[in-house]
């Protein structure tokens, strides 16, 4: 089983976004995908149609009370599975201040899964405790990025977590690749900062550790309205409008996920 988490204490850069279509595109290739949303605002909840019709447990239950992954699971018409969030969520925070091994709980959790092939956690904007569990519970870090010229800015307090949780808590924590969302193509500041990003990213390979194998995915995500209509209709964009140039570029992106995937097993085999 894969673990990705989607982080970037920034918000509205694209994560939940990422995250869903990304979940979705890798189901439709026939992988048995599962996402968590670990953000109190629920947004990949409602995005993928999953909010639980009845009250019941929800990813609050998995870090503050008993509940394990199999009881939280609802499964979508897409064939997504996802620990749904509820906005209780946002508590869960100054409720684990005073729990030992806080930081851990939802590796645990995970630890229990054995029936799917992808995991991936959509964060919230911020660098808390909700965060830092999915950063201990994965194996690899997506980072979306928006091509905006202070798309980097506010990234050393991102790497120092990430660095520290390597250290301390998940030493197989990898940081696999940024993700260009919001992408206006054409334009020459996209093309600026992704000329900025690439130089920036070839220094933090050289930082070693988690950032050795950082790479800038080649699937650019589009601006597309139809990606931003999705949500509200509980539904991926391939559910949505499996047409739209939105549904191509996370297609893209899950090729290029696969084909990452493959190849590391490919070595690992070697
Ligand atoms: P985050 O999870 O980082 O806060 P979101 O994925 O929720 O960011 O994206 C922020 C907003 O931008 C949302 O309204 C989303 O629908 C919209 N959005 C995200 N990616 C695109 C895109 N490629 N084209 C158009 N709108 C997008
Ligand atoms: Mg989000």
């Known amino acids: 089983m894969h673990t990705l988490a989607v982080i970037n204490q920034k918000g509205g850069v694209g994560k939940t976004t990422t995250a869903v279509n990304l979940a979705a595109a890798l189901a439709r290739s ?3 995908v599962g996402v968590i949303d670990l953000d109190p605002q629920a ?17 609050y239950d998995l870090l503050a009370g008993d509940a394990t992954l199999e009881q939280v699971w609802v499964t979508t018409d897409e064939g997504v599975r996802v620990a749904p969030a509820h906005i209780d969520l946002a508590a869960a925070e100054l409720e684990l201040a005073g729990t030992v091994g806080r930081e851990v ?6 630890r229990a899964v054995t029936d799917l092939d992808y995991v991936l956690i959509d964060c919230p904007p911020s660098l808390g405790v909700l965060t830092i569990n999915a950063l201990t519970a994965v194996e690899d870090v997506f980072l979306p990025l928006q091509p905006h010229f202070l798309a980097l800015h506010g990234l050393s307090k991102l790497m120092k977590t990430v660095d520290l949780v390597a250290q301390r808590l998940n030493p197989r924590l990898k940081m696999a690749g940024v993700v260009m969302c919001l992408y206006e193509s054409g334009t020459r500041l996209a093309s600026e900062v992704t000329t900025d990003v690439e130089f920036y990213f070839e220094q933090l390979r050289e930082r070693g550790g988690p950032w050795r194998h950082i790479r800038l995915f080649e699937t650019r995500i589009r601006r597309n309205i139809r990606l931003a209509e999705a949500p509200s209709h509980g539904a991926s964009i391939f559910g949505y409008d499996a047409a739209s140039r939105g549904a191509e570029d996370y297609r893209d992106l899950g090729g290029e996920v696969l084909a990452y995937y493959a190849g590391r097993e490919m070595l690992a085999a070697a």
Request: glycine share 8%.
């Open 105 to 110: 709980i939802m590796r645990d959790r995970l």
């Open 30 to 32: 026939g992988a048995r």
């Open 43 to 59: 947004h990949a909840t409602l995005h993928l149609g999953a909010e639980p019709k009845r009250p019941s447990a929800t990813t």
